[in-house]
């Protein structure tokens, strides 16, 4: 595989399992050193950091919750102070509580927008104070956007706001070349996608796809990467889905 992105530097959030542990991996095999968070994933978010080291590349495991400042900045300065520059940001890191809106207690919605909007905000902070000219940020949005799925209110709220996260920090970045967009899944394959549904729900979602079946995490992966790289250096401020042609 082309070390595209040798002697880039890349901080990705939720870096520990499901899409962002893929992106970890697929970063890492294309050149670039990777600081990645995990928050109660310990085990596996430093035994990927063994594994790219085995594998010849340059990972960090940060244990951090981004719904926390102070642990999106002490991110942020690691990878500064491990490699000195920034040049990629994935905001993967998020949760999803899914119950009917009468049925969400105050507490579920503070956390819920506490990661997924917080979260992503205070890492949009820090990236537009750290980030090198002509770099990337990619924020993870959903597909659920789009459609209405019931119980999935707060986690479809808390995703649109990424999006226009993402547009106002395109506008206020691109006179440096910093590329921002808001990646947006299908149903992935993941433990966050399955929790709660059993495996005829899974299919039927997989069915409502143009090309009949679930993402997987390399399919998501394979896009970010696609973003990063020079051949997307006109692409800014755009929501793009990456969703087989799902339309529930």
């Not at 970063?27 to 080291?53: C, F, M, P, Q, T």
């Not at 905001?91 to 579920?108: D, L, P, Q, V």
């Not at 973003?227 to 929501?239: I, P």
Request: proline residues 1%; hydrophobic residues 45%.
């Amino acid at each position: 595989m082309s070390k595209t992105l040798e002697s880039k530097v890349a901080v990705v959030t939720g870096g520990s399992n499901g899409i962002g542990r893929a992106v970890v991996q697929k970063l890492s095999k294309l050149g670039a050193s990777v600081v990645y968070n995990y928050h109660s994933d310990r085990e596996g978010g430093l035994a990927l950091a063994e594994e790219i080291a085995g594998a010849g590349g340059s990972a960090t495991a940060v244990e951090a919750d981004i719904s926390q400042k102070s642990d999106v900045v002490a991110l942020f300065d690691r990878a500064m102070a491990d490699y000195g520059r920034l040049d990629i940001v994935v905001n993967n890191a998020g949760i999803a509580i899914y119950k009917t809106i009468e049925e969400f207690s105050e507490e579920e919605i503070d956390r819920i927008f506490a990661v997924n909007i917080k979260g992503v905000f205070y890492c949009c902070q820090q990236a537009a104070r750290h980030m090198a000219d002509n770099g990337s940020i990619i924020n993870i949005g959903s597909t659920v956007t789009r459609v209405m799925l019931p119980r999935y209110s707060a986690y479809a709220a808390s995703k649109a706001a990424v999006e226009q996260v993402s547009r106002v920090l395109a506008k206020e970045l691109g006179g440096r070349g910093i590329r921002v967009n808001t990646l947006s899944p299908g149903p992935v394959d993941t433990d966050l996608f399955r929790e709660g549904k059993s495996e005829e729900q899974v299919d039927d979602l997989a069915a409502t796809a143009a090309l009949g079946r679930i993402g997987t995490v390399d399919d998501i992966a394979d896009m970010v990467a696609l973003l990063v790289g020079d051949g997307a250096r006109w692409v800014s401020g755009q929501t793009i889905l990456v969703n087989g042609g799902f339309a529930a």
